[in-house]
């Protein structure tokens, strides 16, 4: 059994910063890949960014490209989502994903104006 807890979500003014934490326990991440989605009111559930096993390939939508950077950190079991010059159209509930079917709970950016 994985258990993955976001934290770090919060409010936000518009081209302003926050770092998105994804902990893990259960299993070492370092065996995984791992990924961020995000899910806005009345949308569907979207790829935000992906890093490899062992952190040499990292992968965004288009989107949040240039802005946010996935990293890892093996030792700590931690995932981070660094997200840049926020946007309004960043909200959503932000979910580390483990392929395989596992998620956390999801932690709240808002991005006001």
């Known amino acids: 059994q994985m258990r993955l807890v976001e934290s770090g979500g919060g409010l936000v003014l518009a081209g302003g910063s926050l770092r998105l934490s994804c902990a893990a326990s259960g299993r070492n991440l370092r065996n995984y890949a791992m990924g961020w989605f995000r899910q806005a009111p009345g949308k569907e559930r979207e790829f935000v960014a992906g890093?490899?096993?062992?952190?040499?390939?990292?992968d965004y939508a288009d989107s949040v490209k240039g802005r946010f950077t996935i990293s890892r950190d093996d030792a700590k079991n931690t995932v981070y989502l660094q997200m840049n010059s926020l946007k309004p159209d960043d909200t959503a509930v932000y979910y580390c994903?483990?392929?395989?079917?596992?998620w956390g709970q999801g932690t709240q950016v808002t991005v006001s104006s």
């Open positions: 890093i490899s096993v062992n952190g040499g390939n990292t």
């Open positions: 994903h483990r392929p395989g079917g596992y």
